[in-house]
């Protein structure tokens, strides 16, 4: 299983980005798939899933509105859109995937597959 996160880039405050999270070696419909993020100096926080399909979302507090996660299980792909970005969304973002379930979605030890991260910088 392979978890390939692009989109990150440095935005100004209010702007928009779009990650996306490739996957490979699984089939995406019987995931959940999770995206994090870390801070410097902080600990890894969840953002934002999808389970199944795009009519089950979960978002962090601080998170919701501002930002949607959509999938499309044929393209085996992930995507976050962020919208109304904030210099305290500075992170490194990952995604990942999991059989987590609702108790579990929230944390990271929902998730067993990884990808790499990609950085989000944004400037007040």
């Known amino acids: 299983v392979q978890l390939q996160a692009s989109g990150g880039g440095m935005v100004q405050a209010g702007g928009s980005l779009r990650l996306s999270c490739a996957t490979s070696g699984l089939t995406l419909r019987d995931y959940t798939v999770g995206w994090f993020r870390q801070a410097p100096g902080k600990d890894r926080e969840f953002v934002a899933a999808?389970?199944?399909?795009?009519?089950?979302?979960y978002y962090a507090d601080s998170v919701k509105g501002r930002f949607t996660t959509s999938r499309d299980n044929a393209k085996n792909t992930v995507y976050l859109q962020m919208n109304s970005l904030k210099p305290e969304d500075t992170a490194i973002y990952y995604c990942?995937?999991?059989?987590?379930?609702?108790?579990?979605?929230?944390?990271?030890?929902?998730?067993?597959?990884w990808g790499q991260g990609t950085l989000v910088t944004v400037s007040s």
């Open positions: 990942a995937a999991g059989r987590a379930i609702m108790s579990t979605l929230r944390t990271t030890q929902g998730y067993n597959h």
């Open positions: 999808s389970r199944w399909t795009n009519s089950n979302t």
